[in-house]
């Protein structure tokens, strides 16, 4: 079956735009997560949704970050006023369930590069 | 605050074995994940340990000691496809945040 698709799979864009991520988990799967990688690090935690509800949203760097998921699938995420410091490969994994060792599908990421 | 460390590099032979090793500090704690992620690719779901013991799949087995907040991911038979990073990962009770080390970056020579 399908596995976790993001759009777009890169992303340019300049100092103080906004821009708009988005996820689409495997069918059934109501826990989703994002996360950004930096290059020689781990995945950082950004926000997890539960259904339609972001359940922990702690990993948000600042309020210019922002995601939702309305219909308890797709996701978005939104970063306003870019800033060079966000560049980043941003991930999104979804779970059957939000249950800790609930294997998390990856999806292949957005190259964000802001200039 | 929740940590994990894990080496930074490790390099081994095609045949071989190698332990990759992750000690963690959080409060609270329900487990530790391993996940594989290859140059330019997604992270991988490898193993999961929730009780302390060796949990083993196929040429990839996993180990949790959680009174020494430790625990390994052991490859065996290494093939060169196993170069990659890998990556231990813990969530602990206070909410649904994942918390990945850095990444330990494993080569295998021929």
């Known amino acids: 079956g399908a596995g976790v698709s993001q759009t777009p799979s890169n992303k340019v864009t300049e100092k103080g735009k906004y821009v708009e991520l988005r996820c689409d988990p495997i069918?059934?799967?109501?826990?989703l997560y994002w996360y950004r990688q930096s290059l020689g690090q781990g995945p950082e935690f950004l926000i997890y949704?539960?259904?339609?509800?972001?359940?922990?949203d702690s990993g948000l760097p600042n309020d210019r970050f922002f995601a939702v998921r309305p219909e308890g699938s797709v996701s978005t995420l939104k970063i306003q006023r870019t800033e060079r410091g966000d560049s980043a490969v941003y991930l999104c994994?979804?779970?059957?369930?939000?249950?800790?060792?609930?294997?998390?599908?990856f999806g292949p990421g957005t190259r964000l590069t802001v200039l | 605050g929740q940590s994990l460390e894990q080496p930074s590099e490790v390099t081994a032979v095609e045949g071989a074995i190698v332990q990759i090793n992750c000690t963690y500090q959080?409060?609270?704690?329900?487990?530790l994940s391993w996940y594989q992620q290859h140059d330019g690719g997604a992270p991988t779901f490898l193993s999961y340990?929730?009780?302390?013991g060796l949990e083993e799949t196929g040429r990839f087995s996993s180990f949790l000691s959680r009174s020494d907040s430790y625990g390994y991911l052991l490859l065996q038979e290494l093939q060169m496809k196993d170069s990659a990073s890998y990556f231990c990962?813990?969530?602990?009770?206070?909410?649904?945040?994942?918390?990945f080390g850095a990444g330990t970056r494993l080569f295998v020579k021929a």
């Open positions: 994994a979804s779970s059957l369930s939000g249950e800790s060792g609930n294997e998390q599908f």
């Open positions: 069918s059934g799967h109501t826990a």
């Open positions: 949704f539960q259904g339609t509800g972001a359940a922990d």
């Open positions: 959080t409060s609270g704690f329900y487990g």
């Open positions: 340990n929730a009780l302390d």
């Open positions: 990962a813990v969530r602990g009770t206070g909410g649904f945040k994942t918390i």
